[in-house]
């Protein structure tokens, strides 16, 4: 999918002609046709347009000869699963394109205007906007993901299920995808930063590009807080998520342990009738074969015998 976009009066309009100067050019899952068709009229590489569509690519900063490539992991919902993408943004001198593999909130929130203070021309205010709605999405995302593990916990406490262990599994692959991804959008905005106060020679082209004002420094500042917060959010929930697991799998063994328990004691007390029945079966001289009563009297001792058992191991909390 390909879509152009410019600001015109507080207003974000979608335009026909790729290349306007000061808009903004919007990549879902592109065909290699758009892909050569966006290279061509913006000059940009189209190895840059691809870095962005790959699953396994991290977050970086790359630079052209005329353009930035900033990649950073944006996070996704599939389903009842959480999982993390790369959202590719290049900045050149006129205009700022966005790739990404699939359709996503971030870009969502961009195109339909719900972002106040967004213009297609400010490519740093821009390029800001994207990292702090992407730090804020993982914290929504996060709070989500506490809160189905809450409900999970609770269903467990009454039933212990597979299917409530795996979900669990699940949410705690979720959570190692955003702080690894987090950890890693924090070195490109750490990076961001140090160009802005350092002026190092070798972030020259950055600086030419990017221009960060005092305004935009401390947006900046917030962007790192929110996700150093959003970092050690899915550190404690993974942390509380693992000691969940762990908890229930000891819950889990200990049940077994009562079952199997239960299971050889009542083994044994039925055992007792079955021992006392063969001793009668066997074909020798027993004691009062020739009384009328002994069958009733060979089942009270048998009874007698598995009520005492059975009395013991109460006493010894086996039942």
């Known amino acids: 999918m390909l879509k152009v976009y410019e600001s015109q009066d507080e207003k974000l309009v979608e335009l026909e002609n790729i290349g306007v100067k000061g808009s903004w050019i919007c990549l879902i899952n592109p065909t290699q046709e758009e892909k050569e068709k966006v290279s061509l009229e913006t000059g940009v590489p189209l190895d840059f347009l691809e870095y962005p569509l790959d699953e396994e690519e991290s977050s970086r900063i790359e630079f052209g000869e005329k353009e930035i490539l900033i990649i950073i992991k944006i996070p996704v919902v599939r389903g009842e699963a959480y999982d993390t993408v790369p959202l590719g943004i290049i900045i050149t001198e006129d205009l700022v394109i966005t790739v990404c593999l699939e359709n996503n909130m971030i870009t969502e929130e961009l195109g339909l205007s719900r972002v106040k203070g967004f213009y297609t021309f400010k490519k740093t205010r821009f390029l800001l906007h994207i990292l702090y709605h992407t730090s804020t999405l993982y914290l929504r995302y996060l709070r989500q993901i506490d809160k189905k593990s809450e409900v999970i ?115 044994i007390v039925l055992m007792i009738p079955t021992a006392v029945a063969s001793f009668y079966g066997m074909n020798v001289s027993l004691p009062g074969q020739h009384s009328p009563h002994a069958f009733g009297g060979i089942l009270a001792v048998s009874a007698l015998l598995s009520l005492i058992t059975v009395m013991i191991f109460r006493k010894k909390h086996m039942f």
Request: glycine share 2%; charged share 30%; hydrophobic share 40%.
């Open 153 to 267: 916990r609770l269903k467990l406490q009454r039933s212990t299920r597979n299917e409530e262990l795996i979900q669990l599994l699940d949410l705690g692959k979720s959570l190692v995808y955003f702080t690894t991804s987090l950890r890693s959008n924090e070195i490109v905005m750490e990076k961001l930063l140090k160009s802005y106060l350092l002026k190092e020679p070798d972030l020259e082209k950055q600086a030419s590009l990017i221009k960060m004002y005092e305004e935009d420094k401390e947006l900046l500042e917030e962007v790192i807080t929110e996700n150093k917060q959003a970092i050690e959010m899915g550190d404690i929930y993974t942390s509380i998520l693992n000691s969940t697991m762990d908890a229930f799998a000891s819950v889990i063994s200990n049940n077994l342990n009562i079952v199997m328990k239960f299971l050889t004691a009542v083994t």
